[in-house]
């Protein structure tokens, strides 16, 4: 039974990359050169990490607050613990932050990942004249200051979009990140906070 399902799972991976080896060779390489055009026209590799640098800050920004309210509203903490667990959760949401960081920028190949999935997206969804029309627009000052922009406009509309998201979701999140308070919480009781608890 082990053996067929490893069977079932290496054919299914097999048939995932042969599908996806056969939809870029279907592109036609004038076609292809096209696509990779408009992708470097439009920024390529540096407007993806611009883009992943600005949602790793919001998430950075965003997750500490929250959790850091949830500390503050919980009764059942000494002030002393709660300054210590605001202290905890900030380096642990540092140390996160910083290893999404690396694995986004060390690990993956962003540039590469990006053309992989565009080349049959806009193979179907574009004709070779009309990926011309889209190149020669963002080779103009409109075309090249919509590029600019698009970061910053992404940015806002993230923010206007959790300003009226957030309130609805609050409590989905407040269950989730209680889960995570109640661990440090443990980890105060059990660790070095019996000291400062005691002093108190």
């Known amino acids: 039974m082990q053996k067929l399902k490893f069977l079932f799972f290496t054919i299914t991976i097999l048939v995932l990359c042969g599908s996806q080896s056969l939809a870029q060779q279907s592109v036609s390489p004038e076609k292809q050169a096209l ?14 990490n611009e883009m ?15 959790l850091s309210s949830l500390i503050e509203q919980d009764k059942n903490l000494t002030p002393t613990q ?7 959760t ?21 540039g590469q990942m990006l053309e992989e999935i565009s080349l049959p997206i806009y193979d179907k969804n574009f ?28 940015m806002e509309a993230m923010m206007a979009f959790s300003e009226k998201f957030t309130p609805k979701f609050q ?17 105060l009781q059990n660790g070095n906070g019996k000291k400062a608890v005691r002093k108190s």
Not at 35 to 48: D, H, N, P, T
Not at 90 to 110: C, D, P, W, Y
């Open 35 to 48: 696509i990779r055009e408009f992708l470097e026209v439009m920024g390529g590799q540096k407007s993806a």
């Open 52 to 66: 992943i640098d600005m949602m790793l800050a919001f998430q950075e920004k965003e997750s500490p607050k929250m």
């Open 82 to 88: 709660k300054q210590e667990l605001q202290q905890m």
């Open 90 to 110: 900030a380096e642990s949401a540092e140390r996160v932050g910083k290893r999404i960081r690396e694995f986004l920028t060390q690990r993956m190949n962003i």
């Open 127 to 154: 004709t070779e004249s009309e990926l011309r029309d889209i190149i020669a627009f963002y080779r103009t000052p409109t075309g090249q200051k919509t590029i600019t922009l698009a970061p910053k406009m992404m």
């Open 171 to 187: 409590e989905f999140i407040k269950e989730t990140t209680e889960a995570e308070l109640a661990q440090l919480k443990q980890k």
